[in-house]
């Protein structure tokens, strides 16, 4: 019994972040007949497109032992870089350039944040802290300040804007966009679960300096990894702009709590060495979920932030009681060796 | 029949200087297949230095490292690992997320430079290790949530299963009880006979003695003696660690006649643990209690330092009962109590000597406003300082500058300034070297002399018997026998433990 149950939860919690998830869908649609409607869904999909993308990047930083809150600044910086460039060069490429573009910068400044952590082993949490507000910085004196909209915007980018996969009777919509998400979230699975590079992240959470001492090469690692991170957070900026048809160089920042927050609930730990990509997008929609609906409860939009640090709360305490249940569970002394 | 061997490994003249300090000055070794040569030396002597530099972790300044007749200058741990040079660390360095199957095989695909990683292959190629060595592991596992006996086979299956040509053991030996030890020797020598070199690094004398064919000693960073095993005894090779002679002979002044009972200690049990537990200690003498890991001998120290109460049964302490239902209770009776590995641990090291020794009774320093009396810190942190021999210029030197010695009296001055008339000690030399242990066992029977009463769980059993004016032994939470004087005797106390 026991056992089934386990199995059910999952190796990261994610068994019961299922149960939460069905639990807070049946109590909103008892309490509002509006909730339980296509149209509900596919917002809810469209809302959680850029931050599971944003998770995915931290959900790696966290596996490997780290913490990135530059990542919002990555995102926009990345994405809102890539407009102007084009629009001041009056070019108008195809999306899938724009998405390279967007991503070669965000990998470079992934690299800058790389580079710090892994040669000078400095605390991420303190380096990207600094990073974000250096990138934030350069973005408003350098590139611009100015709110971009939909008429400054390439036209093959707000092409892609109104591009509906399905349309439903009532207003929903599931956007074109859902698919490279998707596809990306594959990718980043598949990484993590048959690449030595994704084990090795695995490996330098679960203990660094033994990391080195089989011959992982950390600092290298480290690097890439950061510069996959700052690609995924241009690739999730650019998807933001598509979706917002604007840029503005002060969107997307502020999301760091609700996007860790999720990553953290998705079984992810702050300690490094365990996460999942089905985690986090379960993370992802609870917390969207909440974030969207919870006017539906007749709860007021603004106890919103409150909700996300119960939620975060609720996720890193899970964690501590699964490592506490692992701690209790009764060692086998005895092993039998054969002379 | 090993010496007609060609070298696997050779270590020439290897200097190695961290800021104008020799931590190896021009050491020499070499390693043949199917030996287990034992590397000897107290902590800080260059052992560990060694290690890395043959690992290649670090770079020597001087002298080269020959694998299998290749001369290699600059050693890298890639390097190091590819020519079939393998560590098992003192803290195992396994991944605790990761299964067994992937901290035993990851490194053989990162070895091979691959890039996909199949958990088929990872599993397979652990699972043939495990077999060979005749092992039954639990694959599957998470290391972290396996015991440590289990994670030690883990580090030996890993350093397995790229085909190792010569295994360095940091110390396997340190964390493991009696029995895991001996399974641990079946399987070097099956390690032996398939002509892998084995470097064993310990400071259990008898360990070394009963595994290995050579031995080495290095001392301040010199390779100080080096011969077969069957030529050396405990005392020879604790004399060469060392540099004088080190006394394991059983050094206890007979109790006089009439001191009084301090502590007293009546049918206690606490279910799962222990049961039906009598004893007493008197004040001036050393309490030794042993037992296999898992005895119930922890758990006894635990009740009556109140971190696990007993269910029932009495504690008298200086002739009042008394009731201790928590740690505050014990204290308060007057009883002190070291953890495991407190003695090796839990120094800030870049604060000074008085700042550590006043560090967990601040507390008790308070005036009658609540602040911190400076005075009375003083006279304590002076009065400690004297009695426990510190060497160093004074009270204000930073704990980082003293020898591991010292720097041992510092962690003792700091439970000792609690002021307790009991103090229970468990496994207080656990992974501290020959010469540190003799310090520590000197200050224990200096305070025993001026009255306190102590009580030792240990399973070191010649410290015991060097030590102890009685032993208890504890087997499956009940104290089955009882040795004082002559009685006390290290293959008696053996064979009772695993009776």
């Known amino acids: 019994m026991s056992q089934v149950l386990g199995r059910l939860r999952g190796p990261n919690n994610e068994g019961l972040l ?12 008892l309490s509002s007949p509006a909730f339980f409607t296509p149209g509900t869904f596919f917002a809810l999909v469209r809302s959680s497109m850029v931050p599971l993308i944003l ?138 679960r048959w690449t030595v590079f994704g084990r090795s992240i695995y490996a ?70 365990r996460g999942s990509v089905i985690g986090t997008v379960l993370g992802v929609v609870l917390v969207q979920l909440i974030n969207n609906n919870l006017v539906l409860l007749g709860i007021p939009s603004t106890w919103q932030r409150a909700a996300v640090g119960v939620l975060l709360l609720l996720g890193v305490s899970a964690q501590a009681l699964g490592a506490a249940r692992a701690r209790s569970r009764p060692v086998v002394v005895q092993k039998e060796v054969e002379a | 029949m090993t010496s007609a061997a060609e070298p696997v490994l050779v270590v020439r003249d290897v200097v190695k200087t961290y800021g104008g300090v020799h931590a190896l000055n021009s050491v020499s070794m070499s390693l043949v297949p199917g030996e287990v040569h034992c590397l000897v030396g107290e902590n800080g002597s260059g052992k560990s230095t060694l290690i890395k530099v043959i690992s290649g972790v670090e770079k020597p300044d001087s002298g080269t490292i020959e694998i299998e007749g290749r001369v290699h200058q600059h050693l890298t741990p890639n390097d190091a690992i590819r020519s079939g040079i393998q560590v098992i660390y003192q803290d195992f360095s396994l991944f605790p997320n990761l299964t067994a199957a992937e901290n035993i095989a990851m490194l053989s695909e990162l070895a091979e430079g ?79 006979r398939r002509g892998v070199a084995i470097m064993f690094v310990s400071h259990k004398l008898d360990e070394v003695l009963q595994i290995s064919q050579r031995v080495t000693v290095i001392r301040n960073g010199r390779l100080v003696e080096s011969g077969e095993s069957s030529g050396y005894t405990r005392r020879a090779i604790a004399k060469a660690m060392t540099g004088r002679d080190v006394s394991e002979e059983r050094l206890v002044s007979d109790l006089p006649g009439a001191t009084p009972v301090l502590l007293s200690v009546e049918n206690l049990s606490r279910s799962g643990g222990f049961s039906d537990v009598t004893f007493s200690l008197r004040a001036g003498e050393i ?32 002739g009042k009962e008394r009731s201790i239902r928590s740690i505050k209770d014990a204290v308060h009776a007057g009883i002190g109590y070291v953890p495991e590995d407190r003695l090796t641990q839990g120094l800030f090291l870049d604060t000074s000597i008085a700042e550590n020794m006043v560090a967990s009774s601040l507390d008790s320093y308070r005036t009658r406003w609540g602040l911190l009396d400076r005075r009375r810190v003083r006279r304590s942190i002076a009065d400690l300082f004297k009695r426990l021999r510190i060497q160093a210029p004074n009270v204000g030197a930073v704990v980082r500058s003293l020898s591991g010695g010292n720097a041992q009296r510092v962690v003792l001055a700091k439970w000792l300034d609690r002021k307790p008339s009991i ?77």
């Open chain 1, 55 to 192: 998770a995915l990047g931290v959900l790696l930083v966290l596996i490997s032992g780290g913490i990135d809150v530059s990542f919002p600044a990555v995102a926009i910086f990345a994405a809102y870089t890539t407009i102007t460039l084009l629009r001041d060069r009056s070019l108008d490429p195809s999306p899938v350039v724009v998405f390279l573009i967007a991503m070669v910068i965000g990998a470079l400044l992934g690299l800058f944040n790389g580079v710090v952590i892994a040669r000078f082993r400095l605390p991420t949490l303190i380096v990207t802290l600094g990073t974000q507000t250096i990138f934030k910085g350069i973005l408003i004196a350098y590139i611009g300040s100015a709110y971009i909209s939909a008429s400054g915007l390439p036209s093959s980018v707000t092409q892609v804007s109104g591009a509906h996969l399905l349309d439903v009777s009532g207003g929903g919509y599931l956007h074109l966009l859902i698919i490279p998400v998707i596809a990306v979230a594959l990718v980043v699975w598949a990484m993590l």
């Open chain 2, 287 to 318: 309490l030794g209690i042993t037992g296999l890991l898992g005895s119930g001998r922890s758990e006894i120290a635990e009740a009556i330092f109140g971190i696990h109460p007993a269910d029932s049964g009495t504690i008298t302490v200086s």
């Open chain 1, 204 to 273: 330098i959470g679960g203990d660094t300096e033994a990391a080195r001492r089989v011959g992982i090469r950390v600092v290298r690692t480290q690097v890439w990894l950061y510069m996959i991170v700052g690609a995924l957070a241009a690739f999730g900026g650019v998807v933001y702009v598509i979706l917002g048809r604007n840029a503005n160089p002060q969107s997307i920042l502020g999301t760091e709590l609700d996007i860790i927050a999720a990553v953290v609930l998705g079984g992810a730990s702050i300690f490094g060495g």
């Open chain 2, 423 to 499: 103090l229970v000690l468990n496994g207080p030399t656990v992974g501290v070297d020959i010469g540190s242990k003799e310090e520590i066992i000197t200050i224990l029977r200096e305070q025993a002399a001026a009255g306190m009463g102590i009580i030792v769980i240990s399973d070191d059993i010649p410290e015991l018997v060097t030590s102890c004016h009685r032993i208890l032994i504890v087997h499956d939470g009940r104290i089955v026998a009882e040795l004082a004087g002559d009685e006390i005797d290290a293959d008696e106390i053996q064979q009772r433990m695993a009776a």
């Open chain 2, 114 to 192: 691959r890039a996909v990683s199949s958990r088929k292959r990872i599993h397979a190629a652990a699972e043939r290790v495990v077999s060979e060595l005749g092992l039954r592991l639990d694959l599957g596992a998470d290391v972290g949530t396996l015991s440590v006996a289990d994670r030690q086979l883990i580090a030996i299956c890993r350093a397995l299963v790229s085909d190792a040509k010569v295994l360095i053991m940091d110390e396997p030996t340190t964390a493991l009880t009696h029995t895991e030890v001996q399974r641990l020797f079946v399987i070097v020598r099956r390690l032996q």
């Open chain 1, 18 to 29: 299922v149960a939460v998830i069905l639990v807070v869908v049946v109590v909103m649609s």
